[in-house]
Structure formats: C-alpha cells, structure tokens
C-alpha cells in the first residue's frame, strides 16, 4: 500500500499545529454561526460551497442578514455570471454607502483619535452625523456633486473620516493619499482623476517631528488645475491656520444642515484606489458604492465578527485600503479607534498603551510590525492589561509561522489571530479569518465566503499542497468597477485576466493545505526562478529573520551566466558585520529548512531596505537597481534613498 499521501499529510499537520479553537459557546454566539445557521448549514465548508454554487442568493442572503438598505430594490442579483469584469451584480439597485456607516445614532462614540503626540479625541455617534451634515452642505455650496471627485490628503483622523462620508454621501467620490507624499506622488495620482476639492491638514506628527503639510498641499494645487477649493483641516498644536489661497476647515463647514443622502447606483464610483506605482504611473482602481458596502459588511461581521460595541483598531494611513476596510466598521456599529503617527513611537510600547486605555477588541497590524515586535523585545502581555482583546489581525505581507507563535506567546493565548490578504485590488479580502475555525500556524483559516478562491499551476489546473498562483475563478461584488479613463477596459482586463482567460489571477504565489488553509510564499512577479525552479521569497525570509543578528531582508533573482541566481540583502543589528562565519550561517538556515535551491548564491549587508508607503518591501525595484535599470517611479516609496544602497555592489559582478 502506498502511504506517502498519508505520510505528507502528516507532516503538514505536524508544522501546521492548532495554535487556538473557538470555544464552543462564543463560536455559536458568533454572527457567522447565526448566519450559517440561517441558511440551513452545519459547516462552514457546506457554507462556503453554497455562496460559490449560488453566489447571487447568497449576496441577497447577506444583504438581508446585514440590514443593507436599498433605495430602490434590484431587478436582477447577477447579470453576466461569466464575467468578473463586467458581472453586473444588483442590477438597478439604488443605495448610499455613506448611508449605511452613519446609520447609528447616540452619544456611543463612533471615533476615538489618538495622536503620537499624546492628543486625544472622542466624536459620538450624533456629533459625527451633524459634521458630515456640515461639510456635505460646504461641498454643496462649492458646486461638488454627482460624480465629482474628492481628494484627501491627511492623517489618519477624524477630519479624513468626515470629509470621506460627506463627499460620498452625497454621490462625490472620494480619493486618498497620505500626507507623507510629495507633490509628484500625489500628482501622480490625483493628477489622473482631477478633483475639485482638495482636503488637507495643516501638519501631522511622525516619530517626534512636527511636519507642515501646508507647502505639499500648494504645489499639489498649483499643479492640477482642477482643484478649486484647498480645505485645510486643524492638526497640529499651535497651528498658524490655512495657508494663503486656502480655506479653514470651520469656515468651510455649513453648521445646522439636515443630513441627507444621495441614491446612487450600486456601481457608483464610491472610491478611486491607486497601485502601488513601483513599476510607472499608477493604477486608478475605482470601487463602487454597493460592492464595497457588502464585501466588508461580510468581512466584519461574519469573519472578524463585529457588532455594536466593539472597539476596532487596525494601523493605517489614509494612503492604504485597509484605512477604507477600517472605516467602514461604522456600519457594523464598532467605534473605530484611529491612530497617526509611527507604530514604534514609545519604543515599540505606544499602540498597546492605546490598546489598553481604549479597550481595544481586535487589534489589526502588518506582519512586519509583528515581526519588528518580536525582534525589540517587546511583549505586550507582561506589560498590559487587555482582558478585552479577542482578535488580532495581519495582512500587508506573509506572516511567518514564528510571527504566530510569538503572538500567541507574547500578546495573549486566547487570541483569533487572522492573517488576510487581498488588495487594493479587490478593497477586501479573498481569504481571511473565521471565528468558527481553527488557527493553524502559519495558515490563514480560509477562503472568504463568496469568493471562489483557488490556486492554480502554470497550466491552470488546480493543485493543493503544491504552490502557484492565486485565483478568483467567479465574479464578485467588489471586483473594480473599472480603471479610471480605460474606456475600453484593456488595462483592466491587462492586470488580472491575461495569464488565465475569465479567471482573476491575483499575482500572488500561494498554496492550498490539505486542511483548507492557505500560506502566501510573496508576489508571482517577485518569485526567484534559479534553474527553473519557482521559489517564493518568503520562504527565505522566513528563515533569514528567525536569526537574532538579522532585522530584516530582500532577496531578488539576479541574470548571471544564462540563468538567475538568488541574490540575498540583509539589514544587520548595530555593531554587527557580515563575515564569513555569519554568511555561512545563514547559509546553513536556509539550506537546512528549504532546499538547496533557496540557498542564495550572494549575500551582501545594506542599511535599508526600500518599501512602499504601506510597508511593503519592493523587490523589483531592487532588483531593477543591481541591473542597472532604471526605478520608474521612487515618489511612490516611502524611503527612495534606499535604493542607493543597491547599486553597484562588488559581490554581486563576480562569479
């Protein structure tokens, strides 16, 4: 008898152990649980096949569940099933986004800001309602309307918040950069879209500086002739007010108005979405009001089960989608607690004093603050009280397995750690967490319910336990209503429907386990091809970063000798040199946990490494540096000076 599937089988189980299960009640009291039941299932599995094989009902299902409030009712769930670009889901249907997230009255708070510099801000549920009135009528009164845009160039407070919902309540659309751009990269962006009203703030706080936004926001309008009108928001303590030309955030606003909303259809531009620009100008992804609304409806209160009363946390800033995934937890009636500043303000310490002060129930990051956790030492649960916290939540690149094992060691064991990944793209989330499922290291529990998710080989048949590519293989409400000025839609239909005809290939290198689960190995485009072997570039860094001299790394393919070599960057711990004998151990870690195929043919020390402005590490901008090419747009990096520390290295034009 041949056992090797069986013997496989529990090897994956063996490095992929439960780290938490839900308890059996608070699983039952779970609003995935009620739902499922609702429809007449028993598990999740038996759910998920449901939502795929039925997708239209169940959206309709969910809308219902969720308390969507439709304008004007549907005449058809699901015109072109056969096209995710063009599905045409809720046909004729009327709604507001904006709406639905203010739809909660009361002196509960809705947002609750907390600065780096130690500010403090509370807004209730009605003070919200009656600022957005307020600045709704200001926009009314500027000549903003119907498909107008938008733009916002803020921290992450709550003027950003305000601004949005008002803009959209009104059918304007909104678009966002953070204030830690330039002028070119936000041109770059807003440039594409011309907007007529630009907000801003006056400055914001990062890492101990005092920055002053005024000057960006001028040559921003100075440079798009289509802004009108430059709101400047308060921020900074002892603030000189607007610059000349601009407008005060309080004269802008038209205190005492009635808040309304304007009935759009459900594909209404609701927001415009940027591509990270690594490789030339960016992407303008636009999303619209009604898929938005119930891709996270469904991803907060069935997945991250969230209801009235949580208190919903995630590190963000106004220039990343997970700022509009954060947002829209006013529907759910969560108070979303808001932070601006930098994670590792306090040593690391800062964002759980927060957690602890304000209660904080799911507390969502990056992977690579996780990471950068564990390497300064810091453990949250020797030193602050969270009985409240129930989740925590990863997403912005791989979380390694030993990232699970230090969140269940140093944050709390009776966490639902929930890795997610999806995009930009999509504004969401094609796999995520799942309050009835187990957490297994290393594995994010599952695919996300009405997403017909698979990974598929190079000749797009589907595998498990075998890496390739991640695909969507059904239409979905929150695919992009398109790309902005792409009449004839080629550019979208470039960016994700090439490789496989009328299956979204999301350009992630993952794998399916036996158990359902998935693990992300990084990019398709960053995956190293030494002998034609696919290697996904977590892997390395999975091993790399488990050793204590190493903070972090980038590992590229370079051309050599008529094929490609793996090329590894380290940023060592201060005072630490890269000698021989520590080439030679990470060498050995990486060969001893992977294959001889990981083993990098190169190793070289830099000081940074570069990233984009939501933290993720740019490997074909690196990559295009050690070939001497040219990096086509650095004003979309958060740190371009990196970059320098690439080029023309010794090591790497010898054999």
Same mark, same amino acid.
């Given at each position: 008898?041949?056992?090797?599937?069986?013997?496989?089988?529990?090897?994956?189980?063996?490095?992929?152990?439960?780290?938490?299960?839900?308890?059996?009640?608070?699983?039952?009291?779970?609003?995935? #649980?009620?739902?499922?039941?609702?429809?007449?299932?028993?598990?999740?599995?038996?759910?998920?096949?449901?939502?795929?094989?039925?997708?239209?009902?169940?959206? *309709?299902?969910?809308?219902?569940?969720?308390?969507?409030?439709?304008?004007?009712?549907?005449?058809?769930?699901?015109?072109?099933?056969?096209?995710?670009?063009?599905?045409?889901?809720?046909?004729?249907?009327?709604?507001?986004?904006?709406?639905?997230? @203010?739809?909660?009255?009361?002196?509960?708070?809705?947002?609750?800001?907390?600065?780096?510099?130690?500010?403090?801000?509370?807004?209730?549920?009605?003070?919200?309602?009656?600022?957005?009135?307020?600045?709704?009528?200001?926009?009314?009164?500027?000549?903003?309307?119907?498909?107008?845009?938008?733009?916002?160039?803020?921290?992450?407070?709550?003027?950003?918040?305000?601004?949005?919902?008002?803009?959209?309540?009104?059918?304007?659309?909104?678009?966002?950069?953070?204030? %830690?751009?330039?002028?070119?990269?936000?041109?770059?962006?807003?440039?594409?879209?011309?907007?007529?009203?630009?907000?801003?703030?006056?400055?914001?706080?990062?890492?101990?500086?005092?920055?002053?936004?005024?000057?960006?926001?001028?040559?921003?309008?100075?440079?798009?002739?289509?802004?009108?009108?430059?709101?400047?928001?308060?921020? @900074?303590? $002892?603030?000189?007010?607007?610059?000349?030309?601009?407008?005060?955030?309080?004269? #802008?606003?038209?205190?005492?108005?009635?808040?309304?909303?304007?009935?759009?259809?459900?594909?209404?531009?609701?927001?415009?979405?940027?591509?990270?620009?690594?490789?030339?100008?960016?992407?303008?992804?636009?999303?619209? /009001?009604?898929?938005?609304?119930? *891709?996270?409806?469904?991803?907060?209160?069935? /997945?991250?089960?969230?209801?009235?009363?949580?208190?919903?946390?995630?590190?963000?800033?106004?220039?990343?989608?997970?700022? =509009?995934? @954060?947002?829209?937890?006013?529907?759910?009636?969560?108070?979303?607690?808001?932070?601006?500043?930098?994670?590792?303000? $306090?040593?690391? /310490?800062?964002?759980?004093?927060?957690?602890?002060?304000?209660?904080?129930?799911?507390?969502?990051?990056?992977?690579?603050?996780?990471?950068?956790?564990?390497?300064?030492?810091?453990?949250?649960?020797?030193?602050?009280?969270?009985?409240?916290?129930?989740?925590?939540?990863?997403?912005?690149?791989?979380?390694?397995?030993?990232?699970?094992?230090?969140?269940?060691?140093?944050?709390?064991? !009776?966490?639902?750690?929930?890795?997610?990944?999806?995009?930009?793209?999509?504004?969401?989330? #094609?796999?995520?967490?799942?309050?009835?499922?187990?957490?297994?290291?290393?594995?994010?529990?599952?695919?996300?319910?009405?997403?017909?998710?698979?990974?598929?080989?190079?000749?797009?048949?589907?595998?498990?336990?075998? *890496?390739?590519?991640?695909?969507?293989?059904?239409?979905?409400?929150?695919?992009?209503?398109?790309?902005? =000025? %792409?009449?004839?839609?080629?550019?979208?239909?470039?960016?994700?429907?090439?490789?496989?005809?009328?299956?979204?290939?999301?350009?992630?290198?993952?794998?399916?386990?036996?158990?359902?689960?998935?693990?992300?190995?990084?990019?398709?485009?960053?995956?190293?091809?030494?002998?034609?072997?696919?290697?996904?570039?977590?892997?390395?860094?999975?091993?790399?970063?488990?050793?204590?001299?190493?903070?972090?790394?980038?590992?590229?393919?370079?051309?050599?000798?008529?094929?490609?070599?793996?090329?590894?960057?380290?940023?060592?711990?201060?005072?630490? *040199?890269?000698?021989?004998?520590?080439?030679?151990?990470?060498?050995?870690?990486?060969?001893?946990?992977?294959?001889?195929?990981?083993?990098?043919?190169?190793?070289?020390?830099?000081?940074?490494?570069?990233?984009?402005?939501?933290?993720?590490?740019?490997?074909?901008?690196?990559?295009?540096?050690?070939?001497?090419?040219?990096?086509?747009?650095?004003?979309?990096?958060? !740190?371009?000076?990196?970059?320098? /520390? #690439?080029?023309?290295?010794?090591?790497?034009?010898?054999?």
């Amino acid at each position: 008898m041949d056992t090797r599937g069986d013997l496989w089988i529990l090897k994956i189980m063996s490095e992929n152990p439960v780290l938490w299960s839900p308890d059996p009640a608070s699983a039952e009291a779970s609003a995935m #649980f009620r739902f499922m039941r609702s429809q007449g299932f028993d598990d999740y599995d038996s759910l998920h096949r449901w939502s795929i094989e039925d997708s239209p009902a169940f959206w *309709q299902a969910l809308a219902e569940f969720c308390n969507v409030r439709f304008e004007r009712a549907p005449s058809r769930l699901l015109a072109r099933p056969d096209n995710i670009m063009d599905a045409g889901w809720f046909e004729g249907a009327e709604l507001n986004y904006a709406e639905h997230l @203010l739809r909660h009255e009361g002196q509960r708070a809705a947002l609750v800001f907390c600065g780096e510099n130690g500010a403090r801000r509370e807004l209730s549920c009605d003070a919200l309602r009656d600022a957005v009135a307020a600045v709704a009528a200001g926009l009314r009164d500027a000549g903003v309307g119907r498909g107008d845009r938008v733009g916002g160039f803020l921290p992450n407070c709550p003027e950003a918040v305000i601004a949005m919902l008002a803009a959209t309540s009104i059918g304007a659309t909104w678009s966002s950069c953070s204030p %830690d751009f330039g002028v070119n990269g936000v041109v770059d962006r807003f440039g594409q879209i011309e907007p007529k009203i630009l907000f801003t703030a006056d400055g914001y706080y990062y890492n101990g500086k005092r920055i002053d936004s005024r000057p960006v926001a001028a040559g921003i309008a100075a440079a798009i002739p289509s802004i009108e009108t430059v709101v400047v928001a308060p921020f @900074l303590e $002892d603030a000189e007010g607007p610059s000349e030309g601009m407008v005060a955030w309080d004269d #802008f606003c038209v205190a005492g108005q009635e808040l309304t909303f304007e009935p759009v259809p459900f594909n209404h531009p609701l927001y415009i979405m940027y591509s990270s620009g690594t490789t030339g100008v960016p992407k303008c992804i636009v999303h619209g /009001h009604g898929g938005s609304l119930l *891709q996270h409806l469904k991803e907060h209160v069935l /997945h991250t089960n969230v209801a009235v009363g949580d208190r919903l946390f995630y590190f963000t800033t106004c220039g990343w989608m997970m700022w =509009n995934w @954060l947002v829209s937890g006013l529907a759910s009636g969560a108070t979303l607690i808001l932070f601006d500043g930098s994670p590792f303000f $306090d040593d690391g /310490h800062g964002l759980w004093k927060m957690a602890e002060r304000e209660r904080v129930t799911v507390f969502g990051t990056s992977a690579k603050y996780i990471s950068a956790l564990e390497k300064a030492g810091v453990r949250p649960a020797d030193d602050y009280a969270l009985p409240e916290l129930r989740a925590v939540l990863s997403t912005g690149s791989p979380l390694a397995p030993e990232g699970f094992d230090f969140v269940y060691d140093a944050i709390g064991k !009776n966490l639902q750690l929930a890795s997610i990944a999806g995009g930009t793209d999509l504004l969401s989330c #094609f796999v995520l967490g799942n309050p009835l499922l187990p957490v297994r290291r290393g594995e994010i529990q599952c695919r996300g319910l009405g997403m017909a998710v698979d990974v598929f080989d190079d000749a797009g048949n589907p595998v498990v336990g075998q *890496q390739g590519e991640l695909v969507c293989k059904q239409p979905f409400p929150s695919a992009p209503v398109g790309f902005w =000025n %792409d009449p004839d839609g080629a550019r979208y239909r470039a960016a994700y429907f090439e490789r496989f005809p009328g299956v979204w290939a999301h350009g992630d290198f993952v794998e399916v386990t036996t158990t359902g689960g998935f693990v992300i190995h990084g990019r398709s485009d960053s995956v190293l091809n030494p002998g034609g072997v696919r290697i996904g570039t977590a892997e390395i860094y999975r091993q790399v970063e488990k050793l204590d001299e190493v903070i972090e790394s980038i590992a590229i393919g370079q051309n050599w000798d008529d094929d490609v070599r793996v090329v590894l960057f380290v940023v060592l711990r201060d005072g630490l *040199q890269l000698d021989d004998e520590l080439q030679a151990k990470i060498r050995t870690v990486i060969r001893k946990n992977t294959t001889p195929r990981h083993v990098p043919a190169r190793i070289a020390a830099v000081p940074d490494i570069p990233r984009t402005k939501s933290g993720k590490i740019v490997e074909l901008a690196v990559r295009s540096v050690v070939h001497g090419e040219a990096v086509k747009n650095t004003e979309a990096l958060a !740190n371009p000076e990196a970059l320098e /520390h #690439f080029r023309d290295i010794a090591a790497l034009s010898e054999a």
